[in-house]
């Protein structure tokens, strides 16, 4: 694995990270508004439109950055199942989204629910497929570089 592509796996892996640590944050004011039953729908709202921006963007990410490493690596059939996997994640967002237009958090706990533990299990997955971490070698430019090549 070049430094490179190294470089990038670490990069998508900690957005993962912060994606879970949003998830948790929304999923206690979750159970903090159940709780209390008073929705503080403001709170919550504010979260969920950061979440789904960051998520946006973390798609973006892989689909820029990660998935033309996984095409060099020749990982044909990981990249394909990002694509469909990318299609459906933008369309569960949209669906979100257009639900907290017309409602309020408190009444789409389940859907939020079931979202965002489909999310941390496909992150897991893509984790073991495509992101586990080995230690980056050096560019082979070096090399080409050297002798001239
Ligand atoms: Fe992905
Ligand atoms: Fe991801």
Redesign the pocket.
């Known amino acids: 694995m070049s430094v490179k592509s190294y470089g990038i796996r670490q990069m998508i892996l900690s957005e993962h990270d912060e994606l879970r640590r949003r998830a948790q944050e929304i999923e206690t004011a979750l159970e903090r508004m159940e709780r209390i039953r008073r929705a503080n729908a403001g709170e919550l709202e504010g979260l969920l439109t950061a979440f789904y921006a960051r998520f946006w963007h973390?798609?973006e990410n892989?689909d820029k950055l990660?998935r033309p490493v996984l095409t060099e690596d020749g990982k044909k059939a990981i990249v394909d199942r990002?694509d469909k996997?990318?299609v459906d994640?933008r369309a569960r967002i949209e669906a979100l989204s257009k639900l907290l237009l017309h409602t309020t958090p408190h009444e789409h706990v389940a859907k939020l629910r079931a979202f965002f533990e489909e999310l941390r299990k496909?992150?897991h997955e893509?984790e073991d497929l495509c992101l586990k971490p080995e230690a980056p070698h050096d560019e082979p430019m070096r090399f080409d570089s050297c002798c001239g090549r």
Do not use: G, S, T, V
């Open positions: 973390h798609i892989e990660l990002m996997e990318h994640q496909e992150m893509e």
